[in-house]
């Protein structure tokens, strides 16, 4: 069996808690309505049926068949990647549209026919507007990463795309979280849908180290470079919150001895997966990324994710250091609290339902927390490794 091949030649046996809930049910061509973040296997969840699904029909002109949106271009990048990989023994085309980039390339690849469309919703509205993509043969949607879409400003854009399609269709949305309009868009798109929760507690990964150093902003890059000397860490992911931070970061790091590139929404799209590249290929042992870029970087063996800033969204916490850990392995992750970012630090450990870890570090005694003794007076908190709770 052609899919069967490709995942034996992977080495691929046992399917995640995603993959076996999701297939039959896509199988059976029911709707999906699936929450699961990042690094639990939900590309494969999806391509696999949606590949064996179009490989039992007879294809019909040259329209595509199966249409996957997703928020980022590097997210669509991957998504692509995989489906090259698991339909490598069938007849199956497919093509990958998104902006930042000419079109030309992909009208060439359009005008030869695909079965399988994989986009970014504004490049392609700018096709459809065109001619050069019609939808009315898609019979199989998929809506990844739906509330990085909402994030990002794309749910109109997203409810255009719907009009371009057949009513009759299946339809599958994922989401790492599922905010009040991400239940409307879900409700208004699928048809009598499974619902399917990995992780309705919002656990985590047992095999993430998770770690918070409180220290002044100052002195945070000093803090990143002795953590990287001292534990002597070949790869990690770096998230800052502006794409300001990241470039300032990189220089910083520079004058330090210490070579990274940033990805971010200023960089051009040959310049992100140049640096994309150099990092999966460990030509390059430090990514310095805002959370909008990163959303599709799928990184083997991250030893490291540090949060550089404290996210200001709870989800994001849970979607970065879910960059570390995957397929079994273990993982670190370390986050970076200054005292603006104690209050984000708080609702996040009560997102997750526990504490995470002090740690101790040179810069200690200008950052640490204090509290109050019973009379009033500042009371120093201990901070060593562990105590538990902030």
């Known amino acids: 069996m052609p899919i069967l091949q490709a995942l034996n030649s992977k080495g691929y046996t046992q399917p995640t808690p995603v993959q076996e809930q999701a297939i039959p049910h896509i199988l059976a061509g029911r709707d999906i309505f699936g929450s699961a973040r990042t690094g639990t296997g939900k590309t494969a969840a999806f391509a696999l049926p949606l590949i064996q699904l179009l490989m039992n029909k007879q294809r019909l002109g040259k329209h595509p068949r199966a249409l996957i949106v997703a928020p980022t271009r590097e997210l669509a990048q991957q998504i692509s990647d995989s489906i090259r990989l698991y339909g490598q023994h069938t007849r199956l085309r497919h093509v990958v549209v998104y902006g930042g980039v000419s079109q030309q ?7 030869k026919g695909s079965d ?28 990844d990463e739906a509330d990085r879409m909402l994030d990002m400003g794309f749910i109109n854009d997203i409810k255009r795309i719907c009009t371009y399609l057949p009513a009759e269709r299946q339809s599958m949305l994922f989401s790492a979280t599922l905010p009040p309009e991400i239940k409307k868009l879900a409700s208004s798109l699928l048809n009598r849908p499974v619902s399917i929760d990995i992780e309705p507690d919002h656990s985590l990964d047992t095999y993430t180290r998770e770690q918070v150093y409180f220290i002044d902003k100052a002195s945070k890059a000093n803090l990143l470079q002795h953590l990287i000397q001292e534990e002597r860490i070949e790869r990690s992911l770096v998230f800052t919150r502006t794409r300001r931070g990241a470039d300032r970061l990189v220089k910083a790091l520079a004058r330090k001895g210490i070579m990274a590139q940033a990805i971010h929404g200023d960089k051009s799209q040959a310049q992100r997966l140049k640096a994309l590249n150099q990092f999966k290929n460990r030509k390059l042992s430090m990514l310095v990324a805002t959370d909008v870029a990163s959303r599709g970087i799928d990184v083997r063996d991250l030893s490291h994710v540090i949060n550089y800033d404290i996210p200001e969204q709870t989800e994001t916490y849970t979607h970065r250091i879910g960059r570390t850990a995957r397929a079994g392995l273990d993982g670190t992750a370390y986050s970076f609290c200054s005292p603006d970012e104690r209050s984000y630090l708080k609702d996040i450990q009560k997102y997750i339902g526990k504490s995470i870890p002090v740690g101790e570090h040179p810069y200690t005694m200008m950052s640490e927390p204090k509290e109050r003794t019973m009379n009033g007076t500042p009371r120093k908190r201990n901070l060593n490794p562990g105590n538990g709770r902030y």
Do not use: C, F, M, W
Request: aromatic content about 2%.
């Open 105 to 111: 390339g992909q009208v060439v690849s359009l005008r």
């Open 116 to 143: 399988i469309i994989v986009a970014t919703p504004g490049r392609l509205l700018d096709l459809i507007n065109q001619k050069y993509i019609s939808l009315h043969a898609v019979e199989h949607l998929v809506l």
